[in-house]
């Protein structure tokens, strides 16, 4: 059973950082494309960014390019997610999912996290 689960996320104040985790089980992430998604309440959910199987990054949101980065740990199976200058506006629930490659779409993610919520307030 494929299993991807987020994890880091909690409450920060504007300007501070986090890093969110992406681990799974059941797949080997290093084979797939990952993509980090948020969607804020009453909002669609959005792509970030994405890793793919050769480790290029692409970023689908401006809003988050020099603030946002994306690595995996082949070792540990996990992908993650740093996150520095977070602004208000980036409270949502994040999400992770893979696919075959990377897009921001999405329809083309076979695998899906649960979510972890990260919330930027003073």
């Known amino acids: 059973q494929v299993q991807l689960v987020e994890s880091g996320g909690g409450l920060v104040q504007p300007g501070g950082s986090l890093r969110l985790s992406c681990a799974a089980s059941g797949v080997t992430l290093g084979d797939y494309a990952v993509g980090w998604f948020r969607q804020a309440p009453g909002k669609e959910r959005e792509g970030l960014l994405c890793?793919?199987?050769?480790?290029?990054?692409?970023y689908f949101a401006d809003s988050v390019k020099g603030r946002f980065t994306i690595s995996r740990d082949n070792v540990k199976n996990t992908v993650y997610l740093q996150m520095s200058s977070l602004k208000p506006e980036s409270t949502a629930d994040y999400y992770c999912?893979?696919?075959?490659?990377?897009?921001?779409?999405?329809?083309?993610?076979?695998?899906w996290g649960q979510g972890t919520q990260v919330a930027v307030s003073s």
């Open positions: 999912a893979a696919a075959g490659l990377c897009g921001g779409s999405v329809g083309i993610y076979t695998y």
């Open positions: 890793i793919s199987s050769n480790d290029v990054r692409i």
